[in-house]
């Protein structure tokens, strides 16, 4: 009979218990060891790998052999881990299946307590015998890591190249602030030295590239699309689609841009033909509406069907419709994370480049997203802003856009100092040419459709021009005089158990549709404002519906100086009534300025204006053939960033192409000199006059039957200029002003202008005569000249 030692059972029952832990934990040993093997060297594992760093030290690095002799201790080492394995496995299965037999013994006979703890220690030693082996590899790597950075120190140094003099300021700024953004990480950034320079010469452009690295893939642009013809579109479904949905101020864009599809379909054609064969290529344009992301607020939308400003959304509705007409890629975006990934915005603060070139050949957009797009695009916004076409319902003057300027001379204010070209500021009215008039449509009647509206006038209606209460407040007086002679409507918002604080004899009809709106308009004989809201499109839409539009004259005149409305605003235009394009553009009939504060005035305006009978009138430019012919104009032509840079005080001696005018009064292009290539409006529409001191050029043009045009000052920017106007200049300097070129009279000096993007039609000062460039412009399109369609 044969005996077992108890001790032995115990024994075999506690290694059949952990064998199983025992070769997961070693198990886990080994994929552990993997993992942090690849980790260290994975650098030296491939020659190329999808989403490798631009700064990993790889194969090519190291050499052939090194890497070979890693890969090769590294499979040895996988090999006995494996074997290692089988012969747990092997013994495991084993014990288990004896523990299950029914005879203990001889289970004890095949594990005797001796073998059980000798295979134990083998498989200790064995773990023992990797980690020293990784340890031996991890030392082999280092050793080469590190005698690779010794022979790259002296290649990884910030060179000094004159051609890159904020290089070594640069290199020092990332030792300190490399961590600041995650963006610098993203792109490979590691706190090295070399990292630092190719960040630096690669991604951005403060260093050289170093003579190392791949030039040609560095440098080399990806190539552009072929160009596309773009073609008139008629049908706006697909835009409807790409609007979105979701917010009440698209809602009300898209129903208005459905309404007008018609129109729009008409002015394709009539352009179409006006064009014919000219060829233009499709744009591809991004269009980010600022003021509707969450990020700025959104005050809008939740306003629209409580009577708040439509405005802008009129004019936002209006450029999508005419851009998609013309035939142009559109992209629209109304979140700033949509923004970011149209642009391509590497995660992080912003202070890094886009991650790909811009895509986009034009974005418009508005204030909001100017700040928006400055904050995520790092270096990249300085780079593609001339691109850049920004919606500025009231504009934005030469002298608060230029930021040294503005900040020297009191013109800063929250909106301006961006550093533009001021014609890529796009006004919903041309109040400055020193910007480019965008503008709105309205809706265009046949002449059907204007008899019928003739005949249908009430000759003693009239509505008020304000949908919310505050406009009524302190108006009591002129509303009972114009109770006198007329029924009065208001469309003012209300909640039904909040009626509006209006007269009792107003007949409200609350906040009405669009298409009711018209409706209305087309019965009334007055649509009379009460001096707020500014420049809106509603009165431009009362005249086309035959309305007569009475509004109140200012006195003085508001502005950023006087009226808490305008302060802030990055113009110092003096707004002289409630609607200064139609009182200087339309003017009588159609349009009435009085002094409300005057009551025989006003009441003898009401009592004229029942006896004067008007046609609709619509302005040609406010059309949707006209919006089409400036926006086309605009895309053909303008182009900022391939614009003449400041020019040196001697390039401006020669002699200007220009002739006195037979009468002495100004100067006119010869016709024997030729127009200068890619010059926007053509420089044969151009005059030169010298203002009367105190005027400003907008004026001064106006006055004889032009308008000012910027773009013009460079060819008047010059002392012969003066001299064949006969100007006497003693003295003639070079200064950064916004109104130069000009002369002043106290001591016979002549100033032109040192910095370009001061041109300035706006402007005036008593000390000075200003030199102003002056053009020609096509009938009802103030816009263009005659030869620039």
């Not at 747990?88 to 299946?97: F, P, Q, T």
């Not at 004159?162 to 995650?182: I, L, N, Q, Y």
């Amino acid at each position: 009979m044969i005996t077992v030692n108890p001790d032995g059972k115990i024994m075999v029952r506690r290694c059949l218990v952990t064998l199983r832990p025992f070769r997961l934990f070693v198990l886990g040993i080994g994929f552990f060891t993997l993992c942090f093997l690849m980790t260290s060297l994975g650098g030296q594992f491939s020659a190329r790998r999808l989403g490798d760093s631009p700064f990993t030290i790889r194969t090519e690095v190291l050499g052939g052999s090194e890497s070979r002799g890693v890969l090769r201790k590294m499979s040895e080492l996988l090999e006995l881990m494996v074997k290692r394995m089988d012969m747990l496995a092997r013994l495991e299965n084993s014990s288990e299946s004896h523990h299950m037999a029914s005879d203990a013994h001889l289970a004890a006979d095949r594990l005797t307590p001796g073998a059980g703890a000798g295979r134990i220690q083998a498989i200790a030693q064995n773990v023992s015998d990797i980690a020293v082996k990784v340890d031996q590899i991890l030392r082999h790597s280092l050793l080469l890591h590190s005698k690779v950075s010794e022979g790259r120190r002296d290649q990884c140094e910030a060179p000094s190249d004159p051609k890159f003099p904020d290089c070594s300021g640069k290199v020092e700024w990332m030792r300190a602030r490399w961590t600041s953004d995650p963006c610098y990480a993203f792109f490979g950034v590691d706190g090295t030295e070399c990292s630092f320079l190719i960040y630096l010469s690669e991604v951005e452009w403060f260093c050289p590239l170093l003579p190392w690295r791949n030039q040609t893939a560095a440098r080399t642009a990806p190539k552009s699309l072929p160009k596309v013809q773009a073609v008139f579109r008629s049908n706006l479904s697909h835009l409807l689609e790409l609007m979105g949905s979701g917010k009440e101020s698209l809602i009300f864009m898209k129903k208005r841009t459905k309404r007008l599809t018609a129109q729009w379909a008409i002015a394709a054609q009539r352009l179409a033909q006006k064009l014919g064969d000219i060829r233009r290529d499709q744009k591809q344009i991004l269009i980010h509406i600022g003021f509707l992301t969450e990020e700025s607020g959104d005050v809008f939308s939740p306003r629209v069907m409580k009577g708040g400003p439509l405005g802008e959304m009129v004019q936002w509705a209006d450029i999508l419709a005419a851009l998609y007409v013309l035939g142009h890629s559109l992209r629209v975006t109304v979140s700033l994370k949509e923004l970011q990934s149209n642009l391509g915005v590497p995660p992080g603060r912003g202070n890094c480049p886009l991650t790909m070139p811009l895509p986009f050949d034009l974005i418009y957009t508005d204030y909001h997203g100017l700040q928006q797009m400055k904050q995520h695009m790092g270096l990249s916004f300085k780079k593609y802003r001339c691109r850049i076409r920004v919606i500025d319902t009231f504009g934005t003057e030469p002298a608060y856009n230029h930021e040294e300027y503005a900040t020297l001379h009191g013109y800063r204010t929250n909106w301006g100092y961006w550093n533009l070209n001021p014609m890529q500021f796009m006004t919903m009215f041309p109040h400055t040419p020193d910007n480019s008039f965008m503008g709105f449509v309205s809706e265009e009647l046949n002449e059907t459709e204007k008899q019928l509206i003739k005949g249908g006038k009430a000759s003693n209606m009239a509505v008020v021009y304000g949908k919310e209460a505050s406009i009524w407040k302190g108006k009591e007086k002129f509303l009972a005089i114009l109770n006198k002679y007329m029924e009065i409507h208001g469309t003012v918002y209300y909640e039904s158990q909040r009626p509006p604080e209006v007269p009792a004899f107003v007949k409200n009809h609350g906040l009405l549709p669009q298409p009711e709106f018209q409706q209305l308009l087309r019965k009334a004989k007055l649509f009379i404002g009460f001096g707020f809201p500014y420049e809106g499109p509603a009165p431009l839409e009362a005249i086309a519906n035959g309305c007569i539009f009475l509004q109140s004259r200012f006195s003085p005149p508001h502005s950023s100086l006087n009226h808490e409305f305008f302060r802030g605003k990055p113009t110092s235009r003096e707004v002289f009534s409630q609607h200064p394009y139609a009182e200087n553009f339309i003017g009588k009939p159609h349009v009435w300025t009085v002094d409300y504060n005057n009551s025989e005035e006003f009441e003898a305006a009401i009592k004229a204006i029942m006896n004067t009978q008007v046609d609709p009138y619509l302005p040609y430019e406010y059309t949707c053939t006209g919006m089409l012919e400036r926006i086309h104009a605009y895309i053909q032509h303008q182009d900022f960033c391939v614009g003449p840079g400041p020019a040196p005080p001697a390039a401006h001696t020669a002699q200007s192409p220009f002739v006195l005018a037979p009468n002495a009064t100004h100067l006119e292009w010869a016709q024997n000199a030729s127009s200068v290539p890619r010059a926007w409006p053509p420089t044969n529409s151009l005059q030169a006059w010298l203002a009367a001191p105190g005027r400003a050029c907008t004026d001064a043009c106006l006055d004889h039957g032009l308008v000012c045009e910027p773009s013009f000052f460079p060819f008047l920017n010059n002392q012969d200029a003066f001299f064949k106007l006969q100007v006497p200049c003693d003295s003639t300097e070079w200064e950064m002003h916004h109104l130069y070129p000009a002369f002043a009279q106290p001591g016979q000096e002549c100033y032109l202008q040192k910095e370009p993007l001061l041109f300035s039609c706006a402007g005036a000062s008593t000390k000075y005569q200003r030199l102003c460039p002056c053009r020609d412009f096509r009938k009802g399109q103030v816009a263009l000249c005659q030869g620039c369609l």
